[in-house]
Nanobody, 124 residues
């Protein structure tokens, strides 16, 4: 059973930075596109960013474009999300996800393996 484990969340002031990590178990990490979703209090899960298998192509939600950077190190079975210039509206639980067979990248249905999530809280 493939598992994804996130780390790196925490409390930070507005304008600060955090780097999230996601480690995947098993030998197939490099054969899947990976991504990040987030769920803010009282809201549905929303797409944040995605990266293809090699790391050559990346995709971002408009809300984070220019502030967040997604990357991966397949040799370490690890994906990252560098978050800069954080805002209070970035407060959410962040989930690491693995691409599933459906084509809808920006909806939760497009991802079939989810981590347990890591809390990010941005204060004023």
């Amino acid at each position: 059973q493939v598992q994804l484990v996130e780390s790196g969340g925490g409390l930070v002031q507005a304008g600060g930075s955090l780097r999230l990590s996601c480690v995947g178990s098993g030998s197939t990490f490099s054969t899947y596109s990976m991504g990040w979703f987030r769920r803010a209090p009282g809201q549905e899960r929303r797409f944040v960013a995605a990266i293809n298998r090699s790391g050559a192509s990346t995709y971002y939600a408009e809300a984070v474009k220019g502030r967040f950077t997604i990357s991966r190190d397949n040799a370490k079975n690890t994906m990252y999300l560098q978050m800069n210039n954080l805002r209070p509206e970035d407060t959410a639980v962040y989930y690491c996800v693995r691409r599933g067979p459906q084509s809808t990248m920006e909806t939760p249905e497009g991802w079939n393996i989810w981590g347990q999530g890591t809390q990010v809280t941005v204060s004023e």
